[in-house]
T-cell receptor, first 115, second 111 residues
Framework: EPEVTQTPSHQVTQMGQEVILRCVPI?????FYWYRQILGQKVEFLVS????????KSEIFDDQFSVERPDGSNFTLKIRSTKLEDSAMYFC?????????????FGDGTRLSIL | GQQLNQSPQSMFIQEGEDVSMNCTSS?????WLWYKQDPGEGPVLLIA?????ELTSNGRLTAQFGITRKDSFLNISASIPSDVGIYFC???????????FGAGTRLTVKP
């Protein structure tokens, strides 16, 4: 069964550094998402992306964050000038269609640790 | 904003017992989904519900989309040790990509 893959599985970064998290969504999916889960807490929506632009973002997704689809297969989340509170699991998800029509399928996440 | 309340927070049950958990929302959702998350992994979709009143099964799992569109429940029948994990409800509003998650129900199954 096709799946969403994320790399790296664990990223350790010094505070203030930039980090790029990578995702390969399911190949025929058109909508892509990033979520964050701070340890022990609920999954939180960050951003959705369709047709090479952001379609929706949460209050968490401020100017520190950006997303990009640099080629036909990858979907990246960039965090600039990382802070301690950015430490979390970051999940990428994709769906065939957006809005309520299709479920989102998640990758196994990247654990980001900011030192 | 849309708030999801999921209960219970945790459950400790004997193998073979049935389990029920639910989510309620402060606003109407167009889609309810149930995910299971194992340690160190991403949420895995269990059941997706798209219509008010819809009742859907996936093996020993059954979920329903509440008539009011503000709630959903998940039942697991005859639990087994591999059911252990955290179960999350998630909902999406009309015309929104923003999927809100509940806080999760941590299930422990004792053999």
């Amino acid at each position: 069964e096709p799946e969403v893959t994320q790399t790296p599985s664990h990223q350790v970064t010094q505070m203030g550094q930039e980090v790029i998290l990578r995702c390969v969504p399911i190949s025929n999916h058109l909508y892509f998402y990033w979520y964050r889960q701070i340890l022990g807490q609920k999954v939180e929506f960050l951003v959705s992306f369709y047709n090479n632009e952001i379609s929706e973002k949460s209050e968490i997704f401020d100017d520190q964050f950006s997303v990009e689809r640099p080629d036909g297969s990858n979907f990246t989340l960039k965090i600039r000038s990382t802070k301690l509170e950015d430490s979390a699991m970051y999940f990428c998800a994709s769906s065939l269609q957006g809005y309520s029509n299709q479920p989102q399928h998640f990758g196994d996440g990247t654990r980001l640790s900011i030192l | 904003g849309q708030q999801l309340n999921q209960s219970p927070q945790s459950m400790f049950i004997q193998e073979g017992e049935d389990v029920s958990m639910n989510c309620t929302s402060s606003s109407i959702f167009n889609t309810w989904l149930w995910y299971k998350q194992d340690p160190g992994e991403g949420p895995v979709l269990l059941i997706a519900l798209y219509k008010a009143g819809e009742l859907t099964s996936n093996g020993r799992l059954t979920a329903q989309f509440g008539i009011t569109r503000k709630d959903s429940f998940l039942n697991i029948s005859a639990s087994i040790p591999s059911d252990v994990g955290i179960y999350f409800c998630a909902g999406r509003g009309i015309g929104s990509d923003d999927m809100r998650f509940g806080a999760g129900t941590r299930l422990t199954v004792k053999p």
